[in-house]
């Protein structure tokens, strides 16, 4: 019973010793920058932006079956159209600027080389379960 009891008194330190910072107040932090946004040209869903090995950004756009490419440097957009029933959910970029993309509505993973800035031709890959692969990550090492 005494343990209990002493357990039950240093309560309240051990929440002020926990992980959180319950020092600092909600709202009272002020950070910095600049935050710019641009309309994508097909506003169907774009999700997942992903930075290319040039710094351009990639978009899934899911509801428009489209891959987009914004470029920071010059606020352009482009956008390609991805086979039939595609629906990307998730991309990333590999380091030969390859873009891999979820097709979420065929059940595939998409594979797009690109070539002076375009992309060739467009390798669906089925997913060995048929499902609809959802979020995609890449390891760094061709996985």
Do not use: C
């Not at 107040?25 to 932006?49: C, L, Q």
């Amino acid at each position: 019973m005494l343990k209990v009891f002493a357990l039950w008194a240093l309560l309240p330190a051990l929440a002020v010793a926990g992980g959180s910072n319950y020092t600092v107040a909600p709202g009272v932090s002020r950070p910095s920058g600049k935050i710019s946004e641009w309309n994508v040209p097909t506003p169907k869903f774009a999700r997942d932006p992903a930075p290319g090995l040039d710094g351009r950004i990639y978009i899934a756009v899911m509801a428009g079956n489209r891959l987009a490419r914004f470029d920071p440097a010059t606020e352009h957009f482009e956008e390609w159209e991805l086979p039939a029933g595609t629906r990307p959910h998730g991309l990333v970029v590999d380091e030969r600027g390859t873009v891999w993309m979820t097709g979420n509505g065929n059940g595939t993973l998409l594979e797009i080389p690109f070539s002076n800035g375009q992309p060739q031709a467009m390798k669906p890959h089925p997913v060995p379960s048929g499902g609809s692969p959802h979020t995609i990550v890449f390891d760094g090492r061709d996985s």
